[in-house]
């Protein structure tokens, strides 16, 4: 098992940045990929980023046009999402997810075993 927890999201005016952290536990963290997805009401999870065992492979979907950036700090068990330049269609619910299967991460949201609560993010323009 994989315990994931959330945190970062928030409110912020349209051109702003947050960064999300998200922090796991229960098994080792140098063995999973990871994965950052968002979802709004009524509507299917959205890729946004993914990263592999080593973070030396990463994943971006079509929302991150080039704003988003993933990390992660495997001495932490903690990964990252860097959010900048928000604009209003970026508020969401965002979800941090957990892959021992596809240690290189992967932008299929059913590949993932784990996912945290979810952090949400509001922009107001």
């Known amino acids: 098992q994989v315990q994931l927890v959330e945190s970062g999201g928030g409110w912020v005016q349209a051109g702003g940045s947050l960064r999300l952290s998200c922090a796991a536990s229960?098994?080792?963290?140098?063995?999973?990929?990871m994965g950052w997805f968002r979802q709004t009401p009524g509507n299917e999870r959205e890729f946004a980023a993914a990263?592999?065992?080593?973070?030396?492979?990463?994943y971006y979907g079509d929302i991150a046009q080039g704003r988003f950036t993933i990390s992660r700090d495997n001495a932490k068990n903690t990964v990252y999402l860097q959010l900048n330049s928000l604009q209003p269609e970026d508020t969401a619910v965002y979800y941090c997810?957990?892959?021992?299967?596809?240690?290189?991460?992967?932008?299929?949201?059913?590949?993932?075993?784990?996912w945290g609560q979810g952090t949400q993010v509001t922009v107001s323009s």
């Open positions: 997810a957990a892959t021992p299967g596809h240690r290189s991460g992967s932008s299929y949201h059913g590949d993932y075993d784990f």
């Open positions: 229960g098994r080792s963290f140098s063995g999973l990929g």
């Open positions: 990263i592999g065992w080593s973070g030396g492979t990463t």
